[in-house]
């Protein structure tokens, strides 16, 4: 494998278990904001996080392919290459299979598969994909039962990440993914306390920064910029229900310039100002 990573530790020793045909091994990571790598290998390999929900995390197949977010698990044909990049400071667990193609090609076999797949296969949020890779890397790390229980579950995860049904949902015509709207989602509460930019999203996105806009309105209904506006306004209302913190407090770790900032936006957005809109609620 040809691996090039930046601003990544691991925090566990590497523990790995031999199968038919295969090997697996799982990671324990820590990683800065930006911090990923490129990764391309000659075995087809499937890599499953084990986190309880999925990694912000872009992965894209090529430097300028739009990136995935939300996944699960994925699968990468030999000679493939792998792109990704944390979107925030994490930790992160994974389990990573590495197979022979040959007995690859024996395995998909026996769940009906006739080919190896040509293209990375990226599989959304599955609760069924978590508990499969947490029980197949308790079995790596901890050895209970004999390989015939990780040879099964190894199976169930090909199954699980290979059937069409479980693969990123296509964006709507021109518009962004259910995976790119979840990680800008959880990008911008995780930094509503300071400025974000429509750049900063698009870079998230691996998009430029008007393609981003034109698909992020047809997906939202709303630009980029007022969506942004929307989310402080929400998170301000949240902080309002204490009456006595002060709006200026409010409107700093809301992301807003000022008070008369948060005012102004708040009151667009609202149709009153803060002060009448709190002593409303009270």
Same mark, same amino acid.
């Given at each position: 494998?040809?691996?090039? !990573?930046?601003?990544?530790?691991?925090?566990?020793?590497?523990? %790995? $278990?031999?199968?038919?045909?295969?090997?697996? *091994?799982?990671?324990?990571?820590?990683?800065?904001?930006?911090?990923?790598?490129?990764?391309?290998?000659?075995?087809?390999?499937?890599?499953?996080?084990? *986190?309880?929900?999925?990694?912000?995390?872009?992965?894209? =197949?090529?430097?300028?392919? =739009?990136?995935?977010?939300? !996944?699960?698990? +994925? %699968?990468?044909? #030999?000679? =493939?290459?792998?792109?990704?990049?944390?979107?925030?400071?994490?930790?992160?667990?994974?389990? *990573? %299979?590495?197979?022979?193609?040959?007995?690859?090609?024996?395995?998909?076999?026996?769940?009906?598969?006739?080919?190896?797949? $040509?293209?990375?296969?990226?599989?959304?949020?599955?609760?069924?994909?978590? =508990?499969?890779?947490?029980?197949?890397?308790?079995?790596?790390? !901890?050895?209970?039962?004999?390989?015939?229980?990780?040879?099964?579950?190894?199976?169930?995860?090909?199954?699980?990440?290979?059937?069409?049904?479980?693969?990123?949902?296509?964006?709507?015509?021109?518009?962004?993914?259910?995976?790119?709207? !979840?990680?800008?989602?959880?990008?911008?509460?995780?930094?509503?306390?300071?400025?974000?930019?429509?750049?900063?999203?698009?870079?998230?996105?691996?998009?430029?920064?008007?393609?981003?806009?034109?698909? +992020?309105?047809?997906?939202?209904?709303?630009?980029?910029?007022?969506?942004?506006?929307?989310?402080?306004?929400? #998170?301000?209302?949240?902080?309002?229900?204490?009456?006595?913190?002060?709006?200026?407090?409010?409107?700093?770790?809301?992301?807003?310039?000022?008070?008369?900032?948060?005012?102004?936006? %708040?009151?667009?957005?609202?149709?009153?100002?803060?002060?009448?809109?709190?002593? *409303?609620?009270?």
């Amino acid at each position: 494998m040809e691996a090039q !990573t930046r601003n990544l530790r691991t925090i566990k020793p590497l523990r %790995f $278990r031999p199968l038919s045909g295969a090997i697996a *091994d799982v990671w324990h990571v820590d990683g800065d904001q930006g911090g990923g790598g490129y990764y391309t290998a000659p075995d087809p390999r499937l890599v499953v996080f084990l *986190d309880d929900t999925p990694p912000l995390i872009a992965l894209r =197949t090529g430097e300028g392919a =739009t990136a995935q977010f939300g !996944t699960r698990a +994925f %699968f990468v044909p #030999a000679g =493939t290459p792998l792109w990704s990049k944390l979107g925030k400071a994490q930790r992160l667990s994974h389990i *990573d %299979f590495h197979f022979d193609a040959a007995a690859l090609q024996t395995r998909l076999g026996a769940i009906g598969i006739s080919e190896l797949p $040509r293209r990375v296969m990226f599989a959304p949020e599955d609760s069924v994909l978590l =508990t499969l890779g947490r029980l197949a890397a308790s079995e790596v790390e !901890t050895p209970q039962r004999g390989t015939m229980v990780l040879e099964g579950l190894l199976q169930s995860l090909l199954g699980a990440v290979m059937d069409p049904a479980s693969q990123n949902a296509l964006p709507a015509s021109g518009g962004l993914s259910p995976q790119h709207m !979840t990680a800008v989602r959880q990008y911008m509460a995780q930094n509503i306390f300071r400025p974000v930019g429509v750049g900063e999203l698009a870079d998230l996105a691996g998009l430029s920064e008007s393609w981003f806009s034109r698909a +992020f309105k047809q997906t939202s209904g709303l630009s980029p910029q007022r969506w942004i506006a929307e989310c402080r306004v929400v #998170a301000a209302k949240e902080m309002m229900a204490d009456p006595g913190r002060p709006l200026a407090d409010i409107a700093a770790a809301t992301g807003f310039s000022d008070q008369a900032h948060l005012s102004r936006v %708040f009151r667009r957005s609202v149709g009153v100002p803060p002060s009448q809109w709190r002593r *409303d609620i009270q």
